[in-house]
């Protein structure tokens, strides 16, 4: 008989042993060779942006030949390789010469190269009156109750069509609301510095977050959540890291977010979701792609503005531009970060995490550098609600 006898019990410890002892040994074990590999590839990386950064310094190479070299040498070949497929300097040298002129300023700094435009900082406000929506209002109480747009005089003559004044739009996703603090007072310190990182999570985002760690800074990701594990674990490390996550997209497709408010919403809606989901975090703030004044969004642009401030969500531009997405060298993203934020009054920087963003992840360590040894004595900080708005 096998059951109670000797032999049994010696299977039974010997199969308790393994599942106690053994099994999380060998588990501890892979993690632990993860963990050292993971770490050895930060430190190659941080090796190779710190010889790249010496050669930038000394300024010993144009533009095109440290290029040349990075491709040569990088261990992050792909990386580059794609950084290089979007280098265009000619666009890069006509938006600074833009803004030398003071003609206009460089506004879309964002990742879609090939829609890089400039346009004038005033924007002209159009209206859309073709999406707003006409309708009959039937007996509906609670609508009534807070919408002060409904001409409710005529509420009881069957004759009198009612007009609705408001967008349909207004009534889409109903619980798409910001939280707005009471009593809101802004912090009005003047030498603030706000980075902040558009299009992430990428491959870098880890990089990024571990010079704000070495150098104990908070800053701020407006994030394009793909809605896939990864991303949503790259997610909940920027939030844990204490920093602050704002909406920038879902698709970063101009043409389509742009095509009308209700396009907008959506997309916004289901970046929104995906952070929510991922973090638990309802994010109050936001960066619209391409920055509040673009040239895709000219016929919604006040009606878009005014719908997501009415749901209480607020916006952040910049007004200073890294050029990182435009394939700007070390030296360019440098000084250009440098002198702009000395111009600047609580400086909004723009840079990016995306997976073109070699350029970045060499350049961000001697900016933080920088900045935090300024004579001004730059705070740097994240964004929140109690940040007064950069907008354009
Ligand atoms: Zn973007």
């Given at each position: 008989m096998y059951f109670g006898s000797v032999r049994f019990f010696k299977h039974v410890i010997v199969g308790v042993t393994i599942l106690l002892i053994v099994i999380p040994c060998v588990f501890c074990a892979i993690l632990a060779v993860k963990l050292n590999e993971a770490e050895a590839e930060n430190k190659e990386l941080r090796t190779e942006v710190a010889d790249y950064r010496v050669l930038g310094h000394k300024g010993e190479y144009s533009a095109e030949e440290l290029f040349d070299l990075y491709k040569e040498n990088l261990t992050d070949k792909d990386g580059f390789l794609k950084l290089a497929s979007e280098y265009d300097t000619s666009a890069y040298n006509a938006a600074a010469q833009t803004e030398e002129s003071g003609e206009a300023v460089p506004v879309n700094a964002e990742t879609d190269s090939s829609e890089t435009t400039t346009t004038s900082a005033s924007a002209a406000v159009t209206t859309t009156e073709g999406i707003k929506a006409v309708s009959i209002q039937i007996d509906d109480e609670e609508d009534e109750e807070e919408d002060?747009?409904?001409?409710?005089?005529?509420?009881?003559?069957?004759e009198v069509v009612i007009t609705?004044?408001?967008?349909?739009?207004?009534?889409?996703?109903?619980?798409?609301y910001a939280a707005v603090p009471e009593n809101l007072v802004y912090?009005?310190?003047?030498d603030y510095v706000y980075l902040t990182f558009d299009d992430?999570?990428?491959?870098y985002t880890d990089s990024i977050l571990e010079y704000l760690r070495i150098y104990d800074l908070k800053a701020t990701f407006f994030v394009v959540p793909d809605g896939t594990d990864e991303c949503a674990a790259k997610l909940r490390k920027i939030a844990n890291a204490g920093h602050t996550i704002g909406i920038h997209t879902a698709t970063h497709d101009y043409t389509k977010i742009y095509a009308s408010v209700e396009a907008y919403l959506e997309d916004f809606k289901i970046a929104y979701d995906r952070v929510y989901d991922a973090t638990g975090i309802k994010c109050n703030l936001f960066r619209f792609p391409g920055g509040s004044i673009n040239d895709f969004n000219k016929e919604i642009r006040s009606d878009l503005i005014a719908e997501m401030t009415r749901r209480g969500f607020v916006y952040f531009d910049w007004n200073?531009?890294?050029?990182d997405a435009l394939g700007a060298t070390w030296t360019e993203m440098y000084n250009t970060v440098l002198k702009q934020t000395a111009a600047a009054n609580r400086a909004v920087i723009l840079m990016h995490d995306y997976n073109g963003g070699w350029n970045t992840i060499l350049v961000l360590e001697d900016i933080i550098k920088a900045l935090l040894d300024d004579k001004r004595g730059y705070k740097l900080d994240k964004l929140t609600e109690y940040v007064k708005p950069v907008q354009f």
């Open positions: 002060p747009g409904f001409e409710t005089t005529a509420a009881h003559d069957p609705n004044v408001h967008p349909a739009y207004e009534s889409l996703y109903p619980d798409l912090n009005a310190d003047m992430g999570p990428s491959k200073v531009d890294s050029s």
